[in-house]
């Protein structure tokens, strides 16, 4: 009897996590999606339909994004480097963000109003991975 009320306790437990688990998770962006308050930045074009799915949310700047790796589609680390690998972007922050082609917020850079989204950053100022820093600027 002690044994089953053990092994039920680890079952209850177990359950728990899996449940409490992707609500942890829900406020991130594999998939294509971005959810409201973040920038979202991948991989590949076109937010990586038909892709690896590598991608990244941000809610404040980053000045340096080699300091940043991809994340898989299933949350973990790709250990593959963000900067100078971003081909597509979603912001849903709230307020504008600039990509900037070099660390530090210098070079060519292209400007994301709220709610705008490009999948396709070879057409823009930026151009398609070069970016190396993120400004999340809300007036």
């Known amino acids: 009897m002690r044994l089953s009320k053990k092994a039920a306790g680890i079952v209850a437990a177990v359950t728990l996590f899996t449940v409490a688990a992707p609500a942890a998770a829900a406020v991130a962006s594999p998939r294509s999606t971005c959810y409201g308050g973040r920038v979202c930045l991948y991989a590949g074009y076109d937010y990586n339909r038909g892709q690896v799915d590598h991608w990244r949310d941000f809610v404040q700047d980053d000045s340096n994004l080699a300091d940043n790796n ?3 589609w299933d949350f973990s680390n790709s250990w593959r480097s963000m900067d100078n690998d971003t081909s597509s ?3 849903r922050i709230g307020c504008s963000t600039t990509l900037w082609q070099h660390p530090g917020f210098t070079g060519s850079h292209s400007t994301f109003t709220h709610n705008s989204n490009d999948g396709m950053l070879a057409n823009n100022a930026v151009g398609n991975n070069r970016a190396s820093s993120l ?3 809300c007036r």
């Open 89 to 91: 972007v979603r912001n």
């Open 135 to 137: 400004d999340i600027w």
């Open 70 to 72: 991809w994340l898989n």
